[in-house]
């Protein structure tokens, strides 16, 4: 596969989505959470979204619960926190595993193409490597994400040409979406 466009996904129905429908557009393609530290990114996803989707701009949401059980309810809960309490209106996708050997081919691609550098530095940054790393032991080579909120951003071709992890600055993610625009 070369691109994400050959990819098949599940909408929260349990429809086959083909990733080939947002031809054309730059993506943000996140793993997120309903209970973790880094939910409030939320607030700011979907603030670039109402600001960029007329320009060709689509975040894609696939909710995981493979971080400290951080997403443990079904897609319609976990659909409904985030519509009432952050107003998302971007594509909601199945909840996934973005890991191991039950991981959805679409994450694994991703992580392929733009492997995991490291988390940055600091504090906040030194407890989340510790978590990271407990959590990712059991997937070893296949622990393709290390934590929710890690944000691959999609050229208009289907190239992915940046990962952001969740300690990255959200303004920073917003510009390299504004370069790709």
């Known amino acids: 596969m070369s691109t994400v466009y050959d990819f098949t996904v599940k909408d929260r129905q349990g429809n086959d989505i083909s990733l080939k429908d947002y031809e054309g557009k730059v993506l943000l393609i996140v793993n997120t959470a309903t209970g973790c530290g880094f939910t409030p990114h939320y607030d ?4 670039m979204y109402k600001e960029l989707k007329d320009k060709g701009f689509e975040i894609l949401d696939f909710p995981c619960n493979q971080f400290a059980n951080q997403a443990p309810g079904s897609d319609e809960k976990i659909n409904e926190f985030c519509t009432a309490k952050f ?8 909840k996934v595993d973005v890991n191991g050997d039950t991981a959805i081919p679409l994450f694994a691609y991703l992580a392929t193409e733009k492997p995991f550098t490291g988390f940055g530095k600091g504090l906040k940054v030194a407890a989340l490597k510790t978590f990271a790393d407990a959590n990712n032991k059991k997937y070893g080579d296949k622990a393709y994400i290390k934590w929710n909120f890690t944000k691959f951003l999609v050229d208009r071709k ?9 300690t990255v600055d959200m303004e920073e993610v917003k510009k390299a979406v504004i370069e790709a625009l």
């Open 44 to 47: 700011p996803l979907e603030a």
């Open 87 to 94: 107003g998302t209106d971007f594509p909601r996708f199945a």
């Open 158 to 166: 289907g190239n992915v040409i940046a990962r952001f992890e969740p």
